[in-house]
Antibody, heavy 120, light 108 residues
Framework: QVQVVQSGAEVKQPGASVKVSCKASGHTFSDYYIHWVRQAPGQGLDWMGWVNPKSGGTKYAQDFRGRVTMTWDTSITTAYLDLSSLRSDDTAVYFC?????????????WGQGTLVTVSS | SYVLTQPPSVSVAPGQTARITCEGNNIGSKSVHWYQQKPGQAPVLVVYDDNDRPSGIPERFSGSNSGNTATLTISRVEAGDEADYYCQVWDSSSDHWVFGGGTKLTVL
């Protein structure tokens, strides 16, 4: 039984950083990636990037390069999303999701989402 | 960057068939995935690789993909199918994953 559980809601000031965690279990992660997707209030889904649990390698969407870091802690099978220099338009629900490698596989197991609010 | 275009809304009566389109340049050469998202919930994968269903997804959900248009078809629509639906592909030129803007399905 695959489970993906994220950390709780955060409120941050503009310019600050936020770290969201994502505990994954039930997979053998050798063939899975952890992706991050965000959704601003009332808006669509926006892909942010992935981390490869096996190698630690990452790929970030162009829009977030320079502000985002994705990591994986093998000892506790937990992924982390670090987003810095927060702005008001970073207010969104952030989802982590597991995905088997390859373009023919969809994003199959989603976390419940973490609301990050950026406000002064 | 690669762009996927979906209609903002589709309406259908219960028991009828809903078709949600996703347009992109030569999308027929790509593998398309579809997600259902209900208010306050995480998305759920309902179709992957154009026309495969994850376990637990009813056979009423199917997909097709050809030319510049991919389509999600929901047969015998039920009230519980009311949700936002998103298409998605991997763009090899940018090595980015791309989502369509989403379609709100309303069951009349």
């Amino acid at each position: 039984q695959v489970q993906v559980v994220q950390s709780g809601a955060e409120v941050k000031q503009p310019g600050a950083s936020v770290k969201v965690s994502c505990k994954a279990s039930g997979h053998t992660f050798s063939d899975y990636y952890i992706h991050w997707v965000r959704q601003a209030p009332g808006q669509g889904l926006d892909w942010m990037g992935w981390v490869n649990p096996k190698s630690g390698g990452t790929k970030y969407a162009q829009d977030f390069r320079g502000r985002v870091t994705m990591t994986w802690d093998t000892s506790i099978t937990t992924a982390y999303l670090d987003l810095s220099s927060l702005r008001s338009d970073d207010t969104a629900v952030y989802f982590c999701v597991t995905k088997r490698s390859g373009p023919n596989n969809g994003f199959d197991y989603w976390g419940q989402g973490t609301l990050v609010t950026v406000s002064s | 960057s690669y762009v996927l275009t979906q209609p903002p809304s589709v309406s259908v009566a219960p028991g009828q068939t809903a078709r949600i389109t996703c347009e992109g340049n030569n999308i027929g050469s790509k593998s398309v995935h579809w997600y259902q998202q209900k208010p306050g919930q995480a998305p759920v994968l309902v179709v992957y690789d154009d026309n495969d269903r994850p376990s637990g997804i009813p056979e009423r959900f199917s997909g097709s993909n050809s030319g510049n248009t991919a389509t999600l078809t929901i047969s015998r629509v039920e009230a519980g199918d009311e949700a936002d639906y998103y298409c998605q592909v991997w763009d090899s030129s940018s090595d980015h994953w791309v989502f369509g803007g989403g379609t709100k399905l309303t069951v009349l």
